[in-house]
């Protein structure tokens, strides 16, 4: 059974920082480009930050800079460091896994990162 469990959400200050983690199990890790998600309310749920198995990573405009992902393969686990926090980045934060080769998702159930003073 795959499972994908994130953790590290929490209420943050503007131009705080929070360290979300997502452990996954059930999957070869390495097979999977692993990718942070996250929808705001009354928003579609826009991607934030993606990592390769190698390592290769995207972002998206409005994180560039503030934002690290990053992969530690022998724990299954991802990462979204976020700096300079807004309140625009406020919204639920998921994690997202897809099969290299055959695009097949899986998704986390969410954790909630609310940035306000």
């Known amino acids: 059974q795959v499972q994908l469990v994130e953790s590290g959400g929490d209420l943050a200050q503007p131009g705080g920082s929070l360290r979300l983690s997502c452990a996954a199990s059930g999957i070869i890790f390495n097979n999977y480009k692993m990718g942070w998600y996250r929808q705001a309310p009354g928003k579609q749920r826009e991607l934030v930050a993606q990592?390769?198995?190698?390592?290769?990573?995207n972002y998206a405009d409005s994180v560039k800079g503030r934002f690290t992902i990053s992969r530690d393969n022998p724990s299954s686990t991802v990462y979204l460091q976020m700096t300079s926090l807004k309140p625009e980045d406020t919204a639920i934060y998921y994690c997202?896994?897809?099969?290299?080769?055959?695009?097949?998702?899986?998704w986390g159930q969410g954790t909630q990162v609310t940035v306000s003073s």
């Open positions: 997202n896994a897809v099969r290299t080769l055959s695009g097949r998702v899986y």
């Open positions: 990592i390769t198995g190698g390592g290769s990573t």
